[in-house]
Structure formats: C-alpha cells, structure tokens
C-alpha cells in the first residue's frame, strides 16, 4: 500500500479526524484563553478576575505598611514574597553624592528590610511562607564604579541569612538570588560591542 495511501486511512480512522488539517496531515491548534490556575481553598484566596497593580516606595514604612494592608484587604494574606525593588547609580566614591548613597541604601536594603517585616508578621500568623531576596553578583563579587550598590547588595545577602535563621523555626523559608548582569535595552549596545571586540 502506498504512503500516501496509509496516510489517508490512518487518518479516516483516528478519533477526532475532523480538525485534521488537510495540507499538514497535522492536528489544527486549540486555542485556549491563558488563565492562572484556580488559586487553591487552603490559601484562604479567591479568584480574582483582571489585575491588581500598587504603587509603593519600599524605603518608607507607612507606604509598605499601607500597601500590605491593600493587598491583604484585595488577597488575603501575603504567603509569598519577592523582594525585586533596586536602583544604581553608577559612579566613582568620590563623585557620588550623599543623597544618592542615601537613595541606593533606602531603596536596596532598608526596602526590603522593611517588606520583609511586615510579611514576617503576617507569615507567622499563617504558620509558613517563603521570601525571595534579589540581590547581584556585584553584591558577592564587587565590581569597579559600583561600590554604592555593591555595598546595599552585599549587605542584603547578609540581611537574607540572618533572617533565614530568624524565621526558620516558624515555618518561613528566605533566600536570595544573585543574578549577574542582564541583557536589556538599556546595556544592548555595551554588549553587543564587547562581543564584537
């Protein structure tokens, strides 16, 4: 029998051999809407339809706290927490200004120092939660212009230890995460002549 032949045959006889294409002999593709799994009933969540954005600045207290409470009267209780807020400047020490040290470390580490306080709280009251520090290799390695930044960096993976030790008995992971640098937009340009060179 030719190929041809048990092609066609293969395909009378398969379940659903209508949404065959007929010039692929491939199944046409299902489209379906991309939706979030159902939020489990032991999360104490309901499914929320659309999106929720808030707008904080981590590095004053009564925004954070305001901001928890937002999302907790929204959600219910913050089980899981990504720390991502971070600025650089770079720069020399010696051409850095105070007030850009001062942004560096309030947005950096006093940030999630402070987020991470208000979600302690409300994770021990739930017995369990996770946290997830993003620092940068920068903050481990040290790197040339940045000494602002490496020092907020580097005080953060000693901020994430110390708290891991602090929150372990109660059920509440935290760990940070060290990513080197990141191609972007904005470093396109560097990267591609770095390579090229």
């Given at each position: 029998?030719?190929?041809?032949?048990?092609?066609?045959?293969?395909?009378?006889?398969s379940?659903?051999?209508?949404?065959?294409?007929?010039?692929?002999?491939l199944?046409?593709?299902?489209?379906?809407?991309?939706?979030?799994p159902?939020?489990p009933?032991a999360f104490?969540?309901?499914?929320?339809?659309?999106?929720l954005?808030?707008?904080?600045?981590?590095?004053?207290e009564?925004?954070?706290?305001?901001?928890?409470?937002?999302i907790?009267?929204?959600?219910?209780?913050?089980?899981?927490?990504v720390?991502?807020?971070?600025?650089?400047?770079d720069?020399?020490?010696?051409?850095t200004?105070?007030?850009?040290?001062v942004?560096?470390l309030?947005?950096?580490?006093?940030?999630?120092?402070?987020t991470?306080k208000v979600?302690?709280k409300?994770?021990?009251?739930?017995q369990?939660?996770a946290?997830?520090?993003v620092?940068?290799?920068?903050?481990?390695?040290?790197?040339?212009?940045q000494?602002?930044?490496?020092?907020s960096k580097a005080?953060?993976?000693?901020?994430?230890?110390?708290l891991?030790?602090?929150?372990?008995r109660?059920?509440?992971?935290?760990?940070?995460?060290?990513p080197?640098?990141t191609?972007?937009?904005?470093?396109?340009?560097?990267?591609s002549?770095?390579?090229?060179?």
């Amino acid at each position: 029998m030719p190929a041809a032949a048990l092609a066609e045959a293969a395909r009378q006889s398969s379940p659903g051999s209508e949404a065959m294409d007929e010039a692929s002999q491939l199944p046409k593709p299902v489209t379906r809407p991309l939706l979030p799994p159902p939020i489990p009933p032991a999360f104490g969540l309901q499914p929320v339809s659309g999106h929720l954005a808030f707008s904080c600045d981590v590095s004053k207290e009564e925004d954070v706290k305001d901001t928890f409470s937002q999302i907790e009267k929204s959600l219910g209780y913050v089980n899981y927490l990504v720390n991502a807020a971070g600025i650089n400047r770079d720069g020399l020490l010696l051409r850095t200004k105070v007030d850009e040290m001062v942004s560096q470390l309030h947005t950096n580490l006093l940030g999630t120092m402070l987020t991470c306080k208000v979600a302690v709280k409300n994770m021990i009251q739930q017995q369990g939660g996770a946290i997830v520090n993003v620092g940068s290799i920068v903050g481990l390695k040290g790197n040339s212009g940045q000494s602002v930044y490496s020092a907020s960096k580097a005080g953060l993976a000693g901020f994430s230890r110390s708290l891991a030790k602090e929150v372990a008995r109660k059920n509440i992971r935290v760990n940070m995460i060290a990513p080197v640098k990141t191609f972007s937009l904005h470093n396109r340009r560097n990267v591609s002549v770095r390579l090229e060179a």
